[in-house]
């Protein structure tokens, strides 16, 4: 009974953990939704990733650039070569719990790569993306 | 008496044997001398954590308080070296008071007195590798060890061979540059 107990518990954990959501991404995708967005696409925000906007130096610059297609790995900045942990929420745990910092991110780095803010929609879309990683 | 004298030195091997593990910490001489020598480290956290999200957090003592006045504003940092380096307002208005109050002329640290003067009568420096003082002091270093150096590239990323760096120690006794172990023997 206890066993069956424990494996019901380490289910349920299991089933609530696959997507990795936190208050933060909780309520940011709420505001997105309240922003206008309709319908989540995760495969989108997987195509964004790797879509390259501004060129600098003659190089295109995409996430992936720094961030890498890894989630599981650290990325390395282009520029500075500072480590950037893990995106994935399960490789680090620390990624996604700060509200704040993912809508400062958001806009700095959509700048950096594409010249340009991203919509609430592709926000969604790689929100819900990563999350899954 | 005796127990009186027993506790007294029990007392005062307590005090010295912290001073001395305070003191090795630091390393005796630099706890006796060196406080004024070097740069003082960064303090402030929000700097710390800001600043060094992307690059190595550089002490406020190494750049007078005209260039921090010029680079930390909310019109210079979307274009901070060609990166987004947005704050909000009071993010800004804590790191840009913090820079500001502990600048190299703010400060009586050696390396930041000697910063100030190098740059007191020209137009304030962006970058930490334009400074005179700084640019004089690796000028004896072959090309191939930093930017040459797969590991160290540019003389901006100080903590690649400074390995004190972060403490705000520069001193050459402290310097280790990567795949060139020998380099203080090289000519």
């Known amino acids: ?133 | 008496m005796k127990k009186t004298t027993t506790l007294l030195a029990a007392l005062a091997f307590t005090l010295l044997g912290s001073s001395l593990a305070q003191a090795e910490e630091e390393g005796l001489f630099e706890s006796i001398f060196g406080r004024h020598k070097e740069i003082t480290p960064v303090s402030n956290k929000t700097y710390q954590d800001e600043c060094g999200s992307c690059h190595f957090a550089y002490p406020p003592g190494l750049l007078p308080s005209k260039s921090w006045e010029k680079l930390l504003t909310a019109q210079a940092l979307p274009d901070h070296f060609g990166e987004n380096a947005e704050l909000d307002a009071d993010t800004l208005k804590e790191i840009r008071e913090y820079a500001l109050a502990n600048a190299a002329d703010k400060s009586d640290r050696k390396r930041s007195r000697k910063i100030a003067l190098a740059t007191e009568n020209i137009d304030a420096p962006l970058r930490i590798t334009e400074v005179r003082y700084i640019k004089r002091k690796h000028h004896e270093i072959p090309e191939k060890m930093i930017k040459g150096n797969k590991d160290v590239k540019s003389l901006s990323y100080c903590d690649a061979c400074h390995t004190q760096a972060k403490k705000g120690v520069f001193d050459a006794d402290t310097v280790r540059i990567p795949n060139y172990p020998d380099w203080d023997d090289e000519d």
């Open chain 1, 1 to 133: 009974m206890k066993t069956l107990h424990t494996l019901m518990i380490v289910g349920a954990l299991a089933l609530s953990g696959t997507a990795h959501a936190t208050p933060a991404t909780d309520a940011l995708l709420a505001k997105y939704k309240a922003e206008g967005v309709t319908k989540i696409d995760a495969a989108k925000g997987k195509a964004d990733w790797t879509k390259s906007g501004k060129s600098e130096d003659g190089e295109a610059i995409s996430c992936s650039s720094c961030h890498g297609t890894d989630f599981s790995k650290a990325g390395k900045h282009r520029k500075t070569h500072k480590v950037i942990e893990p995106m994935s929420p399960r490789a680090n745990p620390e990624r996604f719990t700060d509200e704040k910092k993912i809508e400062k991110w958001f806009k700095r780095n959509c700048n950096d790569a594409w010249g340009r803010e991203c919509t609430a929609q592709e926000k969604a879309d790689f929100l819900t993306f990563l999350l899954a990683q």
